[in-house]
């Protein structure tokens, strides 16, 4: 079965002086920058999934910003940049499209944020049929608050890992790729 790599997010915005700042975001790139370099040498495909927000209030990945370009460290050579304007990779964008033609249904996911876009990919991309890996260490996300109450990113992280796993997806860490 054809694989693929999709890395979802990992633009300037989410990085230190960025508009949203993550939680783990520098270990979840070094994390990253290992898998691309796993997958370049087993040869899949790869995705940069690019988010550039269209609506007037947005607060980060504005067009024509700094935040909105995909990180420095991110190799962008062989790679294919599929942008998006809703936090599903899927919707309104050409990814489902392009890997149908190339006839990859195995997805290896990673990238930002665990609680919002990769979430959404991952059930979407299970709904389309993917066999799916989520790499856990190659993602971040940020503290929510609910009525008042802060949940630290670790828990955040850790409840959409526990609940993606098994159902919509195979969750590991990268070494056990």
Known sequence: MK???VVIDMQ???????????VGINEALLHTQKV????REKKYEIFYIQHRSIGNNATFFQLNTKGVQLHKDLD????TIIEKHYPNSFRETT???VLIDKGIKHLIICGAM??????TTVRAGFDLGYKIELLY????TKDLVFK???????????????????RFCNVKCVKDL
């Open 76 to 79: 962008t050579t062989g790679v």
């Open 148 to 166: 008042d109450e802060t949940f630290k990113a670790e828990q955040i992280h850790k409840i959409f890992m526990a609940s993606l796993d098994g």
């Open 12 to 22: 300037n915005d989410y990085f230190k002086g960025g508009n949203m700042e993550l």
């Open 3 to 5: 694989k693929a790599l």
């Open 95 to 97: 990814l489902h499209k």
């Open 137 to 140: 260490d190659a993602c971040a």
């Open 114 to 119: 665990s609680h919002m876009c990769v979430d």
């Open 36 to 39: 691309i370099h796993f997958a």
